[in-house]
């Protein structure tokens, strides 16, 4: 029985490659850049919330030194597990978003207002989606897992940004100051969801592309068209 593996030609692979590893480098520089406002400006207000979106941007910088990295240093088959890494280090900042959540609830803190808190989660709500979008297009045309699953990191981001917005919004406005841990709660909560459903191995493979009796393999963008035959069992 032949089978046909369908991909990208060679010239497409690479300009596909290049794209990922642009949107990889961009995603790595927004995020260093975020991480550094949010702990500072959550440091200056003591806002949790801010503080733990921060925590939370480091991760992602190191899932984009991890795409940067696959495509330097080529994995084999068997290293495939790599590629969920980035979703289990998520979960590592949770357990000190949700113990300063928990304290700043228990103590009744007033966190300050932070416009460039709230002004930051503005920017990360129009950029992010974006840049999940691409990336998650991009890593399907590649039939690359980890690519999908950094572009996946860069859409909870969107989401865990909204969550940040509402609780400084909230705080700034109507001076609810229990808002603030709130959302730094729902922030360690997502953390550690992610974590969880990384370890147990959901969440880090790509859509399979189409394929003809045979299957696609994605540890690392492997690409090429490709026709084998296998004989019939006799």
Known sequence: MSSLTIGPDPTERRRLGRRAQLLAATSVSYNLIKAVIAITAGTLAGSVALVGFGLDSVVEVSSGLVILWQFRHPLPESASGSRCESSQARSS??????????????????????????????????????????????????GSNAVVADGTQALLCTYLSAVLLCGLIL???????????????????????EGIGAWRGRGCCAPKPRTCGTRWHSARPQLRGSVSSTPHAP
């Open 171 to 193: 705080n700034a406005t109507l001076g609810w100051s229990w808002a603030d841990p709130i959302a730094g709660l729902v922030i360690a909560a997502v953390a550690f969801k």
């Open 93 to 142: 900042p949770w357990p000190l978003c949700h113990g300063e959540s928990v304290r700043a609830l228990a103590g009744g803190a007033e966190p300050d207002a932070s416009p460039l808190g709230i002004g930051l989660a503005l920017v990360s709500l129009a950029v992010m989606p974006f840049l999940s979008w691409a990336q998650r297009r991009t890593g399907r045309q590649l």
